[in-house]
């Protein structure tokens, strides 16, 4: 088998899964619970929070492999009326339905859906407005993923009866992804690349395995045997990441805050960037937070003593202003 397809390789079971322990204690006792059930029970309907590439999809896919039904997927911006949920939901009937980014749904689909979940129906308009008629459906499990648990009508997430909230990952959890992921590619990683790899990954472990394929591909260009330190050091020159992991982009905008001095206004850092505000709002400011290298007051966005620390400390400025001249 090639590298490339052994390092897509996710795990299959949950005691697989790497990290998140809470949540794997949690999904393992769910998973008893529906294992000792001689009645046909299912899994129950799940709600999975938190950033992305945290493993919210992976674990999905796991659930319905250890309950050995059929997993039915879908995007949450694939499913624009009600017709289209409808339908995914028959498709998976007595299996499971996983919805990424249940945040894009609308809100006439969240109620549809909640409807689905309260009464166990889905509703078929009728001809030529006649009666609305209702199909009962046999039992499936749902599971819901989100990054904006907040862009959910409260009453559709209080009827899911499992909540994971995702949380990034330490770096030694990141280290022994990693190094499994290594191993399960064949890939010799020299000591102490592990953790190097995990300490640039921001705690995400899309990122950690991203970097480390980076690697591979590095190490086949030099026709070594080796991910060595020195192949992470040039993949990092190649990738363009900085030692806290962060792009190229991440770092215009830190030093952009470090070359004004003092707050900017998120519309001045969207058109230096060149990004809509959106963007960054959503994509790149959550971890410049997260990592305590900025903060957001009235004025605007500014850095923190840690982000004059990462970008090498505070510019050194004349305490005195220069003395007037006289006329």
């Known amino acids: ?55 919210k999809t992976e674990i999905s896919r796991i659930i319905a492999k250890e309950t050995g039904v059929v997993l039915v997927e879908t995007l949450g911006q694939s499913l624009r009326a009600t017709a289209d949920l409808n339908a995914a939901i028959l498709q998976a009937e007595g299996g499971c339905l996983l919805i990424d980014e249940c945040h894009s749904l609308s809100p006439d689909i969240q109620v549809s859906l909640l409807k689905v979940l309260q009464e166990g ?18 039992p ?21 009866r499992l909540i994971l909230r995702f949380e990034h990952y330490s ?15 064949s890939v010799v990683l020299e000591d102490g690349v592990a953790e190097m790899i995990a300490a640039r990954s921001r705690g995400t ?5 991203r970097l480390l394929d980076a690697c591979i591909r590095t190490m086949q260009a030099e026709a070594t045997g080796t991910v060595s330190a020195a192949t992470f050091t ?34 001045v850092l969207a058109s230096s960037l060149g990004l809509p505000r959106q963007t960054i709002e959503r994509s790149i400011e959550p971890t410049l937070i ?11 966005r500014v850095l923190t003593e840690r ?21």
């Open 234 to 267: 040039r993949t990092c020159e190649l990738e363009q990441l900085d030692p806290l992991g962060l792009d190229i982009i991440e770092q215009r905008y830190l030093t952009l805050l470090r070359e004004s001095q003092s707050s900017v206004r998120l519309n």
């Open 1 to 55: 088998m090639s590298t490339a397809s052994n390092m897509n390789a996710a795990p299959q079971t949950i005691d697989h899964f790497v990290g998140a322990q809470q949540i794997k204690d949690r999904v393992r006792v769910a998973l008893e619970a529906t294992w000792n059930q001689s009645n046909g029970c299912v899994f129950p309907h799940t709600l999975a929070l938190g950033a992305g590439g945290l493993g």
């Open 171 to 185: 770096v030694e959890d990141m280290t022994t992804l990693i190094s499994r992921r290594a191993r399960s590619a």
């Open 205 to 209: 472990p899309r990122i950690g395995i």
């Open 140 to 160: 499936f499990c749902l599971i819901a993923c989100t990054t904006d648990e907040w862009a959910l009508a409260r009453p559709l997430v209080d009827r899911f």
């Open 290 to 300: 997260r990592l305590g290298l900025i903060e957001k007051d009235d004025a605007g």
């Open 307 to 327: 982000g004059w620390q990462h970008l090498g400390g505070r510019q050194h400025q004349q305490a005195a202003a220069l003395p007037s001249q006289g006329v």
């Open 121 to 138: 129906l889905i509703f078929l308009p009728g001809r030529s407005g006649g009666r609305v008629q209702t199909i009962s459906l046999k």
